[in-house]
C-alpha cells in the first residue's frame, strides 16, 4: 500500500471515528481523542491484514488496541471510556460484509449470503472479545500492580 492510501485511511478513519462521536454526543473537547482511539485501531487493523493475518485475529487485536487508548483517554481527561471506546470501535465494524450478505440474499444467492453473514457475525464477536479481553486486563493489572501515590 503507498503512502496515498494510507494517508486517505488516516483521514477516513478519524473522521468516521470522531463524527460517530458527534452522533453519539461525545463532549466537544474529547472528539480529537475519538477520532484518534478509531485511528489508531484502524491503522493496527490494515497493517496486520498486510501482514497477512486473518481478519478475525486482526479484528480482535485492533479492538483491543482502542480500549486499551480508551482507558488511557479516559483516565487522562477525566471522560467515562464508553466515549472513546464506542466512538473508536466504529471503523472496525463490518457494515459493508452484513450489506453485501443481505444483498446476496436478495439475489436468491443464499449460498454466498451465508458465508458473507457469517464473516460479519465472527468480526461483530471478534469486536467484542477484543474488548472484554482488554477490560480483563486492565482490571487484573490494576489488582496486581502496586496503586501509586493519588495525592
Not at 38 to 55: C, E
Not at 94 to 106: E, F, K, M, S, T
Amino acid at each position: 500500500m503507498d503512502l496515498n492510501a494510507y494517508l486517505q485511511h488516516f483521514i477516513a478513519s478519524f473522521a468516521a471515528s470522531a463524527g460517530f462521536g458527534v452522533l453519539f454526543n461525545a463532549p466537544r473537547r474529547a472528539l480529537l481523542q475519538c477520532g484518534l482511539a478509531g485511528m489508531a485501531g484502524w491503522m493496527l487493523y490494515i497493517w496486520l491484514q498486510q501482514m497477512q493475518v486473518l481478519p478475525v485475529t486482526a479484528t480482535v487485536v485492533a479492538a483491543f488496541w482502542v480500549t486499551i487508548i480508551s482507558h488511557f483517554f479516559a483516565k487522562t481527561y477525566k471522560t467515562p471510556i464508553i466515549v472513546f471506546s464506542v466512538s473508536g470501535i466504529i471503523p472496525l465494524v463490518p457494515g459493508g460484509l452484513a450489506y453485501d450478505a443481505l444483498r446476496h440474499v436478495a439475489m436468491n444467492e443464499y449460498d454466498r449470503a451465508v458465508s458473507l453473514g457469517a464473516q460479519a457475525f465472527m468480526i461483530s464477536g471478534a469486536i467484542g472479545l477484543g474488548l472484554v479481553l482488554a477490560e480483563v486486563t486492565n482490571q487484573v493489572t490494576r489488582k496486581i500492580l502496586p496503586v501509586r501515590n493519588r495525592g
